[in-house]
């Protein structure tokens, strides 16, 4: 039987000689569908393919009867609901590296055009100017670049800094300092980055945490005269917070490939008007090269896909076959949720991370179990769609050391996952397992004992074990109209350290958290987010 893909936004052509190369497909291709129109459409596919033209919605996915894979040429998976293709079985693949030196470039242009001022030049000289004491420029040679996110495209930005004898910090908190100094950058921490930096790329992923993470806080830790650059996602830098330190003399320009506005053009911008920002259409990843290389990169994904020779880039599954998988599942789902608490709780670079399995675990292939804490040890900051199948690879690409021990010990519960992480401050210790009925645990963090459900919003507070002190913090809550869903305590002995985790029903707010780290005999308080 015919195996059939369809492609719903205009792919390069290597892309679909490709497929088409496989006797076994039949490619159609069109374009500019409405979502009624490819609901209609799509019964009967086995494949669709996309790019950013495409929004593949809940009732879309709905609509489908044969589709097993969702190949979207490019990084970012937001145009589909990975939810519900998850929920029916649907893998979605994306191309992640194929833009990574386009990206990269335009990174580096926008800044070469920043500290020569050379669109704002070229367009008074269009207009019979010769401007040349307005339009005076800073050398790149010898200044301080910060890099804010050092995966594939900030180290590429990296590499392009050092050839032009720049200095290079960069602040990733997985980027061990042993592999930063290994490719002659410096680690530091934000605020080192902020105060030393001349010029300041942004390379992370939009998240609750990066959003506004250039904001006013931070440009007052700023040199003066330092200059902005993002071309990674729009909301990463506070645009009004922007536009006032332009104003005022503290940041002498910026560059932006992307806007916090959702839409495109963005509507009432206040930073597009100004002359000392430049400003590009969304143009990262918009080169010949790169439009090539992610339909060649999408179009090997979901032929191997199709044909059965396994998942590569796949970002909502485990390589993994079905019936494995059903068993499990609840130990990926375990693993991954122990991996992002830990990631959440901890602030210097990671150097290791060591697993240990016990209990009925030991007859299992845990190989995917390790990938799943590692993909939610990453998932918060990472600018990289993590899965699977590439998290080691990108332990390893940072220089964190990832091992994996089984063993056949006698313990209190029947199946055990055991994590140390390391950094170059600390060790951190959470330990966790399944009820009967498979649901997740958490049962030790650091030396304490507790039982807590892993899932939704979580605050962990360090306090010391005196009379009253629960009772302040579930004051504070109640004030705030903060329901606590589930509460759990752990101390070493009486009136000595304590551990206190509730699971809380909303998501509390920075002034009740200053609240809490306010009461007197607790050491610290941080809100973790899990599952969400």
């Known amino acids: 039987m015919a195996i059939k893909i369809l492609i719903s936004d205009p792919l390069a052509k290597e892309g679909i000689e490709i497929l088409k190369s496989h006797k076994e497909f039949i490619v159609e291709e069109v374009s500019k569908l409405t979502e009624d129109d490819l609901a209609k459409k799509i019964k009967g596919y086995d494949a669709l393919i996309i790019r950013s033209g495409t929004t593949v919605t809940a009732k879309i996915i709905e609509a ?39 990206t990269a470039e335009h990174a580096f242009s926008l800044m070469l055009s920043l500290s020569r001022n050379i669109p704002m030049a070229n367009q008074s000289v269009k207009q019979g100017k010769w401007e040349r004491k307005k339009f005076m420029g800073v050398e790149l040679y010898g200044k301080v670049i910060g890099i804010v996110g050092l995966g594939r495209i900030g180290g590429e930005v990296a590499k392009r800094a050092q050839s032009f004898e720049m200095k290079v910090i960069a602040f990733d908190p997985y980027l061990s300092k042993e592999k930063a100094k290994s490719l002659n950058i410096e680690s530091v921490d934000l605020d080192t980055l902020f105060q030393k930096s001349d010029f300041i790329t942004v390379h992370t992923p939009l998240t609750d945490e990066t959003k506004h993470l250039i904001g006013e806080s931070a440009f007052k830790k700023m040199k003066k005269g330092v200059r902005i650059i993002n071309a990674a996602r729009g909301g990463i830098v506070d645009e009004k917070a922007l536009a006032e330190n332009i104003k005022s003399g503290k940041v002498a320009g910026a560059a932006l490939d992307v806007f916090e506005c959702d839409e495109e053009p963005p509507v009432d911008s206040v930073v597009i008007p100004m002359e000392n920002i430049i400003t590009t259409p969304h143009l990262g990843a918009s080169t010949e090269e ?41 130990y990926i789902n375990l693993a991954e949720r122990l991996g992002s608490i830990q990631a959440q709780l901890i602030s210097a670079p990671i150097q290791e991370v060591n697993v240990k399995y016990t209990g009925e675990m030991v007859k299992l292939d845990t190989g995917i179990v390790t990938r799943a804490l590692m993909k939610g040890v990453f998932d918060p900051i990472l600018e990289e769609h993590v899965n699977y199948i590439n998290s080691l690879f990108i332990a390893k690409e940072r220089g964190i050391k990832v091992s994996e021990q089984k063993t056949a010990d006698i313990t209190d519960f029947a199946n055990l996952i055991c994590v140390e992480i390391k950094t170059s401050e600390a060790k951190h210790f959470i330990m966790g397992t399944l009820f009967s009925n ?32 629960v009772g302040q913090i579930g004051t504070i809550l109640g004030k705030s109209k903060v329901n606590i869903a589930g509460i759990s305590f752990g101390r070493d002995k009486a009136t000595g350290q304590a551990i206190s985790l509730l699971n809380v029903d909303s998501e509390v707010s920075k002034e009740v958290l200053k609240a809490l780290n306010n009461i007197t005999d607790v050491n610290s308080v941080t809100q973790v987010k899990v599952g969400l």
Request: net charge negative; aromatic share 4%; with cysteine.
């Open 64 to 102: 489908s009867d044969t589709l097993k894979v969702i190949g979207r040429a490019g990084v970012g998976v937001d145009n589909v609901d990975v939810s519900a293709a998850s929920k029916k079985g649907i893998v979605v693949m994306n191309a992640p590296t194929g833009n990574t030196i386009s």
């Open 290 to 330: 790169a439009q090539v290389n992610v339909a060649i990169d999408v179009a090997h994904c979901v032929s191997d896909a199709l044909l059965g020779k396994g998942y590569r880039n796949a970002v909502n599954v485990p390589t993994i076959d079905a019936e494995l998988l059903d068993v499990m599942q609840p």
């Open 438 to 469: 498979k649901e997740p645990r958490i049962v030790k963090m650091d030396k304490f004992y507790v039982e807590a459900i892993p899932d939704g919003y979580m605050l962990v507070i360090s306090n010391k074990d005196v009379p009253g002190i």
